[in-house]
């Protein structure tokens, strides 16, 4: 089995920058996929972005530009760089690899 850690979360300004981490230990060789995703207050998961096997990244739409997924597959995990934060970004980010096993989250919250 995998599991997931993320950390790097916090409280930032409009327009300021945050880094997500999350490290994946436990039978690291069957990580096919890795996810990030977000739960906004009183909304369901939202798929922010994912990383294939093959390395290709797919960004949601609403944070294209902004936000950059990258992997480091000897330390196993992977990062998220958010830029330009907006208030619409606050929630709680979380990790996900294989679509199956999910971190506990880190709450991102952007208000002035």
């Known amino acids: 089995q995998v599991q997931v850690a993320e950390s790097g979360g916090g409280l930032v300004q409009p327009g300021g920058s945050l880094r997500l981490s999350c490290e994946a230990s436990g039978d690291t060789s069957s990580i096919y996929n890795w996810g990030w995703y977000r739960q906004a207050p009183g909304k369901m998961h939202q798929v922010v972005a994912w990383i294939s096997a093959a390395g290709a990244v797919t960004y949601a739409d609403s944070v294209k530009g902004r936000f950059t997924m990258a992997r480091d597959n000897a330390r196993n995990a992977v990062y998220l760089q958010m830029n330009n934060l907006k208030a619409e970004d606050t929630g709680v980010y979380f990790c996900?690899?294989?679509?199956?096993?999910w971190g506990q989250g880190t709450q991102v919250t952007v208000s002035p």
């Open positions: 996900n690899v294989n679509f199956k096993t």
